[in-house]
């Protein structure tokens, strides 16, 4: 019995180790996506592609030019937010006046997924592509396996998950968002610029997902094929964690990242069924609870 018993207890720490790391970045991932649903009302399904976009910008900076990561991630962020800036101005900004149809702003988040895709393909192909790792080494302590990279963009992922949570709590900007989150037409009355905030929210969104996007990269590589199935993780998560809501976002990514990380363990023998029973039991989940775990009852 007790030759039995440290398997079982270092696969449960490995597991919950593992579902850490995957949540902090996936709750990165997550509170982009929100960010701009809650202020715009638009769920951008070209969310995956500004993360893959991010990835690459750090793969060509720190892997090709051989500059430091922390410049690559900042030229990773700088570069999505510029482009998301851009995609509030000059696309959805314009959408929004024009049509009182919601269905407009989604087909074009579509239709801006779909030309990234093809941007990112023909201008870094489709073959995967991997960096040099930023930490050597391996973390062994009594029943927990980690490499220091990893332990690194987990570390790094929750600083900036803080320093996000920090931004909107008590500086002007993020005030202003969360008030135009929390009702358009007041914070309007009350002198908020609409315009110039839905355009920083936008960029923001984007930077977070440039930042994750570099932040993987450096563990598991990056590749041209995954951006829809990064913005369907996104969705997944803030369906968790409940439309619009930041403190939702993080729950959800890291609910999500917990599942991801038994389901590999414990159904690794059935095949690749994480994510078929994961959709199974979010299913049932929404059909309980359909504002997710923090969100409000709609109607």
Same mark, same amino acid.
């Given at each position: 019995?007790?030759?039995?018993?440290?398997?079982?207890?270092?696969?449960?720490?490995?597991?919950?180790?593992?579902?850490?790391?995957?949540?902090?970045?996936?709750?990165?991932?997550?509170?982009?996506?929100?960010?701009?649903?809650?202020?715009?009302?638009?769920?951008?399904?070209?969310?995956?592609?500004?993360?893959?976009?991010?990835?690459?910008?750090?793969?060509?900076?720190?892997?090709?030019?051989?500059?430091?990561?922390?410049?690559?991630?900042?030229?990773?962020?700088?570069?999505?937010?510029?482009?998301?800036?851009?995609?509030?101005?000059?696309?959805?900004?314009?959408?929004?006046?024009?049509?009182?149809?919601?269905?407009?702003?989604?087909?074009?988040?579509?239709?801006?997924?779909?030309?990234?895709?093809?941007?990112?393909?023909?201008?870094?192909?489709?073959?995967?592509?991997?960096?040099?790792?930023?930490?050597?080494?391996?973390?062994?302590?009594?029943?927990?396996?980690?490499?220091?990279?990893?332990?690194?963009?987990?570390?790094?992922?929750?600083?900036?998950?803080?320093?996000?949570?920090?931004?909107?709590?008590?500086?002007?900007?993020?005030?202003?968002?969360?008030?135009?989150?929390?009702?358009?037409?007041?914070?309007?009355?009350?002198?908020?610029?609409?315009?110039?905030?839905? %355009? +920083? /929210?936008? =960029?923001?969104?984007?930077?977070? $997902?440039?930042?994750? *996007?570099?932040? @993987?990269?450096?563990?598991?590589? #990056?590749?041209?094929?995954?951006?829809?199935?990064?913005?369907?993780?996104?969705?997944?998560?803030? %369906? +968790? /964690?409940? =439309?619009?809501?930041?403190?939702? $976002?993080?729950?959800? *990514?890291?609910? @999500?990242?917990?599942?991801?990380? #038994?389901?590999?363990?414990?159904?690794?023998?059935?095949?690749?069924?994480?994510?078929?029973?994961?959709?199974? /039991?979010?299913?049932?989940?929404?059909?309980?609870?359909?504002?997710?775990?923090?969100?409000?009852?709609?109607?």
């Amino acid at each position: 019995m007790a030759a039995n018993a440290t398997p079982d207890r270092r696969s449960m720490e490995q597991v919950i180790a593992n579902g850490l790391y995957l949540g902090a970045q996936y709750a990165l991932v997550a509170l982009g996506l929100t960010l701009i649903f809650a202020l715009m009302n638009v769920l951008n399904f070209a969310h995956g592609q500004m993360y893959v976009l991010g990835g690459f910008i750090t793969y060509w900076v720190y892997g090709r030019l051989g500059l430091p990561f922390v410049v690559a991630l900042a030229a990773s962020a700088v570069t999505l937010a510029a482009v998301g800036a851009a995609v509030e101005v000059l696309l959805f900004r314009t959408v929004i006046r024009r049509s009182v149809r919601e269905e407009s702003t989604m087909l074009l988040a579509a239709g801006i997924a779909y030309f990234l895709d093809a941007v990112i393909l023909l201008l870094f192909g489709e073959k995967q592509r991997g960096v040099p790792k930023i930490v050597m080494g391996v973390f062994d302590w009594d029943n927990l396996i980690m490499p220091y990279d990893r332990i690194l963009v987990g570390g790094l992922a929750v600083v900036f998950i803080v320093a996000f949570m920090l931004f909107m709590q008590y500086s002007r900007p993020g005030r202003a968002m969360r008030a135009l989150a929390q009702d358009r037409v007041a914070a309007q009355l009350m002198g908020v610029q609409v315009d110039r905030y839905s %355009m +920083i /929210g936008f =960029a923001l969104g984007a930077l977070l $997902a440039g930042v994750v *996007g570099g932040l @993987l990269a450096a563990i598991t590589g #990056v590749n041209s094929g995954i951006g829809g199935p990064i913005s369907i993780k996104a969705f997944l998560m803030v %369906m +968790i /964690g409940g =439309a619009g809501v930041v403190g939702g $976002a993080i729950a959800g *990514g890291f609910v @999500l990242g917990m599942l991801e990380s #038994v389901g590999l363990t414990v159904l690794h023998s059935y095949g690749d069924i994480t994510y078929l029973v994961i959709f199974a /039991g979010l299913m049932v989940f929404l059909s309980i609870r359909p504002q997710g775990l923090m969100g409000k009852p709609w109607g």
